[in-house]
């Protein structure tokens, strides 16, 4: 982290000079690391057509952190990834197996997982007031140690897509045909699902649950109104992401509202932007 502190040194920030408001420069690193994973990750979600899943992926991880304060864990995050992995593979096991529409699977788990969660942080009276800041999410209390569990998880998503990239995204675009190239579809939306589960679980306490979904949908969808190949679509997910991420931070900083509402409504512009120059 010295590292980092000293290359924050060099801005023109007063929260950036040496031996001052930390919590600033932790927040800044992690929206670095989340905001290229997001931008990533919203790619597949789109092409898929599957912008709910990670809505219900984050209702599946309240209920995990439910459990974990139902059991006493010291740390319920873990709990919420683990619930969150199984949601997802069992979401995928349904879906292959069932005739439904993935949205309409995809509304049966999250309804389902809403009210466990619900039920399960109410039970004997217990108050809901303490997953409150679930909803709204805080990026300025970031844990050094989890930033570094998210770069891992970064380094395996860019691995990941640099080895079986076509693949992938064949099986999004066409399952059917995907199949027949002897390609293992089932296990590639799995270890997509996964990957979609652990992000959005790891990251909900900081973005928030109610517009964490859209993180995941919004870079992709602009990118697609302006993109020309999909070199450019992936590239343009992944920089507008990151450019919103770092002016949301800001803005909640110097202004006072949630760093997540704040990255989505500059998400949404830039949407606004890419639609009304998609012709050009």
């Known amino acids: 982290m010295e590292l980092w502190y000293s290359l924050l040194s060099i801005l023109p920030f007063d929260w950036a000079q040496p031996g001052q408001m930390y919590f600033m420069k932790h927040a800044l690193l992690a929206v670095l690391v989340i905001t290229p994973l997001f931008g990533i990750l919203s790619t597949m979600v789109v092409h898929s057509r599957m912008s709910f899943f ?3 992926l984050g209702h599946s991880a309240f209920t995990g952190m439910a459990i974990g304060a139902l059991c006493g864990f010291n740390q319920p995050t873990w709990a919420a990834v683990s619930f969150a992995i199984v949601f997802a593979l069992l979401f ?14 995809i509304g049966v788990f999250s309804s ?3 009210a466990l969660g619900i039920f399960l942080s109410t039970l004997n009276g217990r108050s809901f007031t303490k997953f409150n800041s679930l909803l709204i999410g805080d990026v300025l209390s970031v844990d050094p140690a989890m930033i570094g569990v998210l770069a891992l998880i970064l380094l395996m998503v860019v691995i990941l897509w640099a080895v079986s990239f076509n693949q992938l995204m064949l099986s999004a675009v066409h399952p059917a045909l995907a199949d027949s190239r002897g390609i293992k579809v089932f296990w590639q939306e799995t270890i997509f699902s996964v990957a ?3 992000v959005v679980t790891l990251s909900m306490t900081w973005v928030g649950l109610l517009v964490i979904n859209s993180l995941l ?8 109104n302006i993109a020309r190949s999909m070199w450019q679509y992936h590239l343009i997910s992944l920089v507008g992401a990151v450019a919103a991420g770092i002016a949301g931070l800001m803005t909640s900083y110097y202004m006072g509202p949630s760093a997540g509402a704040s990255i989505t ?3 949404a512009v830039w949407f606004a932007l890419t639609f009304l120059l998609r012709k050009k």
């Open 54 to 56: 990670s809505d219900a």
């Open 217 to 224: 949908v919004l870079p992709a969808a602009a990118a697609r």
């Open 92 to 105: 995928n096991l349904v879906r292959r197996r069932t005739a439904l529409a993935s949205d309409t699977v």
């Open 112 to 114: 389902t997982a809403v």
């Open 265 to 267: 409504l500059y998400l």
């Open 196 to 198: 979609i589960a652990v």
